[in-house]
């Protein structure tokens, strides 16, 4: 595994620090205030704490919480604009609220409540520029997957939908430069009147798209083909060359070993990675978080189900590491390799009276 | 080395605080100091120490079901689990049990024998029966005839409500959930096809035989509810062998046939009980045991969570606006009393299945837990006044409701952290269900 120079750790540091201000910086006591010069990166992930509360905490490298923000309730998924510093915490699906955090501490906190006969999927991401924050939301009664827009330039209004050319979207990504959305539509069908309950497991429609994010237009869009229709493909990532890889759920018979893992490029066909099949047992057909490593070339890829956590190389796709870690939740790339959490609370080396939430965000530009 | 230190109850301040305001008692000091269930942590054993087992001397205070009573209960609930918590401390860390095949075995076969097989073979049983009443009732309307079929209908949503709880298996396949009942029915898809049906008459509509090929929300209880209870009703007693009466009787027929399928599914021995039964790597429903326990211990922590989120929550949230019309058979005024079947069905299963014997006797207090706010729960629920209109409007039956809220919750609590915790499944932060 490449080694990451400590000069990038620094500038990656100081870029937060500048980005987050001295008005945040002084609202930390002194632990946290330490743990924070001391950390060559910054995330941040969801959490339940051991009283029932919900919320989303800033994590040093090491996972020292340095900073928490209750919530109303379970937060999933998450936005970071390094343009801006707002961190969007997206409600798990089927909720209805996604609270945007200035990280420079200039504006107060916006809770964006979701439009009337829409909730949040729990994933969205900023363009480029941080100007337009897009979030995967259902539109449960026309049962198709949409792409809010909202103007973080004025309050984060609403200012247009995408539709993402699927059902049961997931996460949702935008390439480097902001032409692009790419949507995970995982093909299953949920409503809000039916909690969480999975409609349709005997007729899903997974697919990929890829959309125009100037106009909302469909480019492309890559369905499974019929023997992998219960392989819910649900989490993306995008490596230096601009490949989406993929990760996904597999809702059929458990004594199945299907592939859990694949990408593709634009204009390409799907290509899915042929683990060995311990690998994809020990995923237990389910992954949870995927997250790539650019500057090391990897991908890191968690289980909570099988307790897994996995690093593949992106160039061959040939598995790295594999470990085992109980109850493994999100994943980030790291300034070396990547930052693993845990329903258990476990984050890096240290422990928190916390349950991580399924992802993780970096709020340092090292990816 | 477990490290236990005192952490704030849940619920302690917010209920301490809540209490006084409602009651003018004062928050007893000891509600700060209290464990509350965790999440294990990986080489670390549970602290989960919710209830001590003395915690059920709080039945006692309960008898009465007065809005005061239900009070005094919660806050005595609380007061007795937070100054217990060194009774489990003494024994030392518990032990996580070790889910052996034979074990896993042993509870999942209680769980399908004892429980499931059972809980549809009785459903199937009144289904049928209320197919009966309802007919004999439509050839030749009497008072009595009324009241057998009020009686049969009555029965049939308890048996239902007994193996609702079960949302996974042969139920969800086919439609087979909806079919039986089409709730929630947020824009009323239901009640417009059903009295469209009943405007139409169509005799087609009145043959169970060929009701499955048609929309679920005329196939189920929604449906026989509307055209027992439901306007224009009273139309039943007014002549023999009206259509309305005959329609009902075909939904309840055919609610029958479905309860059938899923009788026969579950007692196929090489089908889903086989799967249930018997994890192992090549088995399509559950790899391992702990496959197996983690989708137990969901039917009950799903379970819960619809009683709160889909039965209550979709009529009543407090401090929200009611909408007693939108509470699943508020016609038939059996609203509670499928919400006690919920809660029966419940202790049923995790009583019958052995469950509660994987839990290291020095923290029992977690099965204790359980089994309290369960009965405190069904001490409460039938007293609700049963016409939605009042529970939702009078104050003494409010509170009922807003016990039921925070109880409910509370036993979200106690299945998914507190007994998926002392049984090593975790937080049971994310029941491997999809996100």
Known sequence: ?367 | MLTRRPTFHRFGPLLAAGLSRLRGIPPHPTLRATFSPRGRRENETPAIIPFSPAGRRCRQADEGGTPRQITLLLATGLLLATSLPAAAQEGGAPVLPELTDEVVTGIMTRAVDDVIRPGYRTFQASAGALAETTAAFCKAPSEDGRKAVDDAFRQAVTDWGHIEIVRIGPVIEDNRFERILFYPDRKGTGLKQVQALLQKQDEADTKAETMGSKSVAIQGFGAIEFALYGTGAETLMTAPETFRCRYAAAVASHIETTAGQLVAAWDAPDGVQRDWKHPGPQNPVFRTGKEAMTALLGILVHGAEAVRDQRVETFYRHGGIARPKSAAFWRSENTWTSIDANLEGLQTLFDKSGMEELIDPSIASVNGNIDFILKSLRRVVPTIDTTMEKAVSTPEEQQKINFVLVNTRELILAFDGGYGGAIGLGSGFSFSDGD
């Open chain 1, 1 to 367: 595994m490449a080694a990451t120079g400590r000069h990038s750790a620094l500038v990656d540091r100081r870029a937060f620090l500048r980005m987050a201000g001295a008005a945040w910086v002084a609202t930390l006591g002194a632990g946290e205030s330490f743990a924070l010069t001391r950390t060559d990166a910054v995330f941040a992930s969801g959490y339940r704490d051991s009283d029932g509360r919900f919320g989303i905490a800033v994590l040093a490298e090491d996972g020292t919480v340095i900073d928490r923000t209750p919530l109303p309730a379970r937060s999933h998924g998450m936005a970071f604009s390094p343009a801006t510093g707002h961190l969007v915490a997206f409600a798990r699906r089927p909720g209805t609220f996604a609270l945007v955090i200035d990280r420079t501490g200039k504006a107060a906190p916006v809770t964006i409540a979701a439009t009337e006969d829409r909730h949040f999927f729990g994933h969205g991401c900023f363009s480029p520029d941080g100007r337009v924050l897009y979030a995967s939301e259902n539109d449960f009664d026309a049962n198709r997957g949409v792409i809010g827009l909202y103007d973080a330039r004025d309050g984060y209004r609403r200012i247009d939908e995408y539709s993402t050319y699927g059902i049961g979207t997931h996460d949702l990504s935008v390439s480097d430069d902001g032409s692009l959305l790419i949507a995970a539509n995982g093909g299953i069908e949920t409503h809000p009147d039916f909690g969480r309950t999975k409609l349709n497991l005997d007729h899903m429609e997974p697919s990929l798209a890829l959309i125009d994010a100037a106009t909302g237009a469909l480019i492309e869009r890559h369905t499974l083909p019929q023997k992998l229709r219960q392989l819910s493909t649900r989490h993306i990532d995008l490596d230096d060359r601009g490949r989406i890889w993929f990760a996904c759920q597999y809702e059929g018979p458990r004594n199945d070993l299907p592939p859990l893992v694949g990408h593709f490029g634009k204009g390409e066909d799907l290509t899915f990675l042929s683990l060995p099949e311990e690998t994809t047992i020990g995923l237990a057909n389910y992954v949870g978080a995927i997250a790539v490593n650019r500057r090391e070339g990897l991908v890191g890829l968690t289980s909570p189900n099988g307790g897994r956590f996995v690093v593949l190389d992106a160039g061959t796709g040939s598995v790295l590491r594999e470990e085992s870690v109980i109850d493994a939740a999100g994943i980030a790339a790291a300034p070396q390799g990547f930052a693993v959490s845990s329903y258990g609370g476990r984050f890096a080396g240290h422990r928190a009276d916390v349950s991580w939430d399924q992802h993780i965000a970096g709020l340092t530009p090292h990816r």
